[in-house]
């Protein structure tokens, strides 16, 4: 089972392998322009792109988003999340391959736009891995085209995401940021997906509002039957008390022929 990543810095501004440069430019529109969807980014092994699934060449996850961030020195750093299947994960664990190095293409698509095509992984350093990236850069079976260039490698900050899954309610909030927060213009299709995911959020605050009356009347009706058995152990106490001042049965009767209570006086 492939695991999430959390956001690390796969690259920076600056010289690419083969002496060309990656402006802070291309960062930005990497950041803003990479859709898994609209094409995705996947990690290779020393950038070769092996065609069996069985070969240690395979993929080993894919890029799920990108972030742009200034990191110090008047420069930025292009951060990510990853899907790693877990043989990367377990290398990463094992201490290899724990450098990475993107895959720039400049005018994705005839766009003008730079944007991020794949993801190496190495175990060499910028300062120590720069001639054999240069080696894969120059093999066109290792690039998507000509054009396409390889970033020096960075240490990664490999951490894997918490897996918490995230609460109706948090979840539908996270859907209406990211709705609201979209750049494209709100199209009908979008103001109803608003309103939707507003319906969901209100549904659920009326779900939590009816469980927390139902505790409020719960706790009324366990309040009044304490009430109702305290009252009840009282008139318990007082009729005891009365039956405990009776005498215990019926007193034995006067025998007969007995002394009545008259007495007769006799000189002797």
């Known amino acids: 089972m492939n695991q999430?990543?959390?956001l690390f810095r796969i690259a920076t501004e600056g010289k690419s392998i083969d002496g060309r440069v990656i402006p802070r430019e291309w960062i930005t529109q990497?950041?803003?322009?990479f859709d898994p969807k609209t094409y995705g980014a996947r990690i290779w092994l020393e950038h070769i792109r092996g065609t069996l699934p069985e070969?240690?060449?395979k993929a080993y996850g894919d890029v799920l988003a990108l972030e742009a961030r200034d990191i110090g020195g008047g420069?930025?750093?292009l951060y990510a999340q990853l899907d790693a299947t877990p043989e990367l994960?377990?290398?990463?664990k094992a201490s290899q391959k724990v450098y990475t190095s993107i895959e720039v293409e400049p005018d994705f698509a005839g766009t003008g736009q730079a944007y991020l095509v794949g993801l190496g992984v190495t175990d060499s350093p910028a300062s120590l891995g720069t001639e054999r990236l240069a080696f894969?850069?120059?093999?066109?079976?290792r690039q998507l085209s000509e054009t396409t260039l390889f970033s020096p490698a960075i240490a990664a900050d490999f951490a894997l995401a918490d897996e918490d899954s995230p609460s109706l309610f948090s979840a539908a909030l996270d859907k209406l940021n990211k709705l609201l927060s979209s750049k494209q213009g709100k199209t009908d299709k979008q103001f109803g997906d608003v309103a939707q995911v507003l319906e969901s959020v209100a549904e659920g605050m009326g779900?939590?509002?009816e469980q927390l009356g139902d505790v409020a009347s719960l706790k009324d009706s366990v309040s009044r039957l304490e009430t109702e058995l305290g009252e009840a152990r009282e008139e318990f106490r007082k009729h005891k008390a009365e039956l405990d001042r009776q005498p215990v049965g019926k007193p034995r009767p006067v025998a007969v022929g007995g002394n009545t209570g008259q007495f007769t006086?006799?000189?002797?």
């Open 89 to 92: 994960v377990a290398m990463n």
């Open 55 to 57: 070969s240690p060449y």
């Open 265 to 268: 006086v006799t000189d002797c």
């Open 136 to 141: 894969s850069a120059t093999h066109l079976s």
């Open 75 to 77: 420069k930025q750093g």
């Open 30 to 33: 990497m950041a803003a322009t």
């Open 4 to 6: 999430k990543t959390k």
């Open 207 to 209: 779900d939590l509002n």
